[in-house]
């Protein structure tokens, strides 16, 4: 609950006609919890799942696009597309789809991935240990 309360509230804080926090900002402390994300998963083994549902918010809300998060995504990690190569990428993202599959339907979601022309294939690593998240949108 304390979850989706935070998702929440980034939403309205970006949202906000007060400027808030702006989408730059936002951006900012993504790429800031991306870079520890490997670290925070000993403590906390789903966050990278946790992390996808507050990143699949952001996208069904329109404060950002399936394409910046995954650019973020992608380049995350505490050197560029480490999260990807030890699989941790393929897991936020699959649980970011996840969530707007649920949030929104199966259509909404083909539409929000066409739209982005993001490639599911780029959040594989090279070596063989799969996102088990992520290969169910294959």
Do not use: W, Y
Request: proline residues 3%.
């Amino acid at each position: 609950m304390e979850r989706d309360l935070l998702a929440k509230l980034l939403v309205n804080l970006t949202r906000s006609h007060d400027g808030v926090l702006s989408q730059a900002e936002l951006i900012k402390g993504f790429e800031s919890v991306l870079s520890t994300l490997e670290d925070a998963v000993n403590d906390a083994p789903k966050a990278p799942e946790f992390l996808g549902r507050i990143f699949g918010k952001m996208i069904v809300e329109n404060v950002m696009s399936l394409k910046e998060i995954g650019r973020l995504i992608g380049e995350g990690g505490e050197e560029a597309r480490q999260l990807v190569e030890i699989g941790l990428g393929g897991d936020v993202i699959g649980s970011t789809l996840g969530m707007i599959k649920r949030e929104r339907g199966e259509s909404v979601l083909n539409e929000i991935r066409g739209s982005s022309c993001l490639r599911l294939e780029d959040f594989r690593p090279s070596h063989p240990n799969r996102s088990r998240i992520l290969e169910t949108f294959f």
